[in-house]
């Protein structure tokens, strides 16, 4: 079993920066795609974005050109660079890691951007 956990969220002005961290129990190397969803009130989780173990990226339009994801194996963490946020950026992010057709979810950190 593996357990994720995130943290780096928090209330931000519109414009503002944060990052989120997702820490594995064990090695993140045997996952072979790692991703960032969210999910706003009321809404669907969507994705965010996501690394391969290639290190290609994917991004969700929303967000294009402003998150940008990466993974640290030595630390064993994936992380959320997440910029001039905007308020429909408010969400529970959630990280999940994906080993063959198994995936395992975080907590969720709650993100709020708001003046």
């Known amino acids: 079993q593996v357990q994720l956990v995130e943290s780096g969220g928090g209330l931000v002005q519109p414009g503002g920066s944060l990052r989120l961290s997702c820490a594995a129990s064990?090695?993140?190397?045997?996952?072979?795609?790692m991703n960032w969803f969210r999910q706003a009130p009321g809404k669907e989780r969507e994705l965010v974005a996501s690394?391969?173990?290639?290190?290609?990226?994917k991004y969700g339009d929303s967000v294009k050109g402003r998150f940008t994801i990466s993974r640290d194996y030595a630390k064993d963490t994936v992380y959320l660079q997440m910029n001039s946020l905007k308020p429909e950026d408010t969400a529970v992010y959630y990280c999940?890691?994906?080993?063959?057709?198994?995936?395992?979810w975080g907590q969720g950190t709650q993100v709020t951007v708001s003046s």
């Open positions: 999940k890691c994906n080993r063959g057709v198994i995936g395992y």
């Open positions: 064990r090695t993140i190397v045997s996952f072979n795609v």
């Open positions: 690394i391969t173990e290639s290190g290609s990226t």
